[in-house]
């Protein structure tokens, strides 16, 4: 019902930002959960952030909460996440993922239903 485009993602060094962008489409954004997730080489895939609607509050993962920024545009069916302080260990494919508003966690990758196909983020130091 939704597909899920990331952008954003490459190379900075450590200290860096970048800002990675979701588009969606096929259904309004504002009738889903949104959140981000990161996979890195040989990790299972980790909860990064999620907010249940526009403007409210985000759940931020502890290894990202005071560094990473989730934000949603509805009205561009988009959904960003600002990384700042970027650290080696955020070196990850970055996918974002939708849910449905009735979902009752949003933790989990489990709690998702769409998914993007992802965008690599590198830190170096």
Request: hydrophobic share 35%.
């Amino acid at each position: 019902q939704v597909q899920l485009v990331e952008s954003g993602g490459g190379s900075v060094q450590a200290g860096g930002s970048l800002r990675l962008s979701c588009q969606a489409s096929g259904r309004v954004l504002n009738y889903y959960i949104m959140g981000w997730f990161r996979q890195a080489p040989g990790k299972e895939r980790e909860f990064v952030a999620a907010s249940r609607w526009s403007g409210g509050t985000a759940s931020y993962a502890d290894s990202v909460k005071g560094r990473f920024t989730f934000s949603r545009d509805n009205n561009k069916s988009a959904a960003y996440l600002e990384m700042n302080s970027l650290k080696n260990d955020d070196t990850a494919v970055y996918y974002c993922a939708a849910a449905s508003v009735a979902s009752r966690t949003v933790l989990n990758p489990s709690d998702y239903a769409y998914w993007g196909q992802g965008t690599q983020v590198t830190v170096s130091s």
